[in-house]
């Protein structure tokens, strides 16, 4: 009997520690579809789970061709050298230390997830695998019109191509809170088929770097509806290869300003909104100039030339919200400020 209470009291202390794991887990997807706990205890549903002390702990979730997997991971590490890891089949790595159940999505064919920690953590997470979108539901052609897509409204897997290449920019509909991106993914193609993924919108945005491909197509595929304005302009890469891009990212009743510098690069300020906005002052020199064009920066999109001294003398702009409207400063550097 009293075996038996020493080994119950032993139970519990383990047990109020907090979870533990170990390195090397499989994991497969299941055969009838349900998702994976860790702990097996635990769900999305629940606090954050106690993880004990000084864990080193991985698993290789196994993603089928055809299929993707939604991770959602609810968690905090509490001293500073502890953290999650994951690492995707094709070599990308994320490493944090505060999770708050924002979605991530992978496709095949493997991801690895791990937790090392030295003090006591919070850590669980939901793995769950599901068909990607067949595919595709539409091909485009770009030329020297560019496309503007709301990226995360709708389940698709649609083809862009272009005879040069495709280029990439995300606008989305909250520059703070942006996870919506991550279900959105990439590959380069040279045809419908999915090709080689490369990576998804979230990851491109917080780069603040505009995407080029390496081949004359990309698939995009999206497989969750946010219900949000994530918009994605796709052009024609031979047509802004060229160009550093500053991104215009407009938010409704707010003042708001982008600083273009061209003093060793050609730049540009883009714009792809549906909100009406107001250019009601700018920063320039007034003899370096701007060229406005609506839409691609091609001929036939041309607008005018501005002067610093005209383009002051101009305000305000109203500029109606649609379209692509981008500004090429030539040289120097500018701050643009926008009302909307």
């Not at 490369?198 to 497989?223: A, K």
């Not at 406005?292 to 305000?315: I, R, S, V």
């Amino acid at each position: 009997m009293l075996k038996l209470l020493v080994s119950l009291v032993l139970l519990s202390a383990v047990s109020a520690d907090g979870t533990t794991c170990k390195t090397g887990n499989i994991v497969n997807r299941r055969v009838n579809g349900a998702a994976y706990y860790f702990p097996a205890t635990w769900n999305e549903t629940l606090p954050a789970p106690k993880l004990a002390k000084e864990q080193s702990c991985s698993w290789t979730i196994t993603i089928p061709s055809g299929y993707y997997v939604k991770v959602i991971i609810d968690g905090k590490t509490t001293d500073e050298d502890s953290r999650f890891q994951m690492i995707d089949s094709v070599g990308h790595f994320i490493q944090t230390t505060h999770e708050k159940k924002n979605p991530y999505f992978f496709p095949p064919t493997k991801l690895t997830l791990a937790v090392s920690n030295y003090a006591e953590a919070t850590f669980g997470f939901r793995i769950e695998w599901a068909q990607l979108p067949a595919g595709p539901f539409a091909i485009h052609g770009i030329g020297d019109v560019g496309n503007v897509i709301n990226a995360t409204n709708s389940i698709y897997n649609e083809f862009y191509g272009s005879t040069e290449g495709i280029s990439l920019l995300v606008f989305p509909e909250d520059r703070k809170n942006y996870y919506s991106l991550r279900s959105t993914l990439v590959f380069e193609s040279a045809n419908t088929g999915l090709g080689n993924y490369i990576d998804n919108l979230y990851e491109m945005y917080r780069t603040g770097n505009q995407f080029l491909s390496q081949s004359t197509g990309i698939v995009l595929v999206n497989v969750e509806d946010s219900g949000k304005t994530d918009l994605l302009l796709v052009q024609s890469e031979q047509d802004v290869k060229n160009f550093t891009y500053v991104e215009l990212v407009t938010v409704a009743n707010t003042t708001y300003n982008a600083t273009v510098n061209s003093h060793h690069e050609l730049s540009v300020l883009v714009s792809a909104t549906h909100i009406n906005q107001t250019m009601i002052n700018v920063e320039i020199g007034d003899t370096d100039v701007v060229t406005q064009y609506w839409g691609t920066p091609t001929p036939f999109f041309f607008d005018k030339n501005y002067t610093g001294a005209e383009l002051k003398a101009a305000l305000p702009i109203f500029y109606p919200g649609y379209g692509i409207i981008q500004w090429v400063l030539h040289s120097g550097r500018a701050v643009f400020t926008f009302q909307a």
